[in-house]
């Protein structure tokens, strides 16, 4: 997954950058993993194995709420476009000034 490393050389990235590049690889395995337990629960025939595989994908919505929090406080053009785009009613496109 090109996500995984770095497109540059680790040494000319400031330490923001790859605090950044943490946060956001995070952000996208949390999602992939809330993912991967929606379908498996929509498979699984077993009732209890079914609960068990929500509350497994709940926990990683959880996380991935956590990481873009995260992503949010340490970066002023997340915040502003969450600030925006996020919580408001109406058209989802509609919030661009």
């Not at 050389?9 to 946060?23: G, N, V």
């Not at 009732?47 to 068990?52: G, R, T």
């Not at 949010?72 to 661009?96: P, Q, S, V, W, Y």
Request: hydrophobic share 35%; aromatic share 6%.
């Amino acid at each position: 997954m090109s996500s995984e490393g770095l497109h540059a050389p680790r040494e000319r990235l400031s330490k923001e950058t790859i605090s950044m590049h943490q946060a956001l690889t995070s952000l996208i395995e949390e999602l992939e993993a809330v993912d991967w337990y929606r379908q498996r629960a929509d498979d699984c025939d077993d009732k209890a194995l079914k609960e068990i595989l929500l509350h497994n994908m709940r926990e990683e919505m959880e996380h991935a709420c956590m990481a873009l929090e995260w992503i949010r406080r340490n970066n002023e053009d997340f915040a502003k476009e969450l600030k925006e785009n996020l919580f408001k009613e109406g058209e989802i496109t509609g919030h661009h000034g």
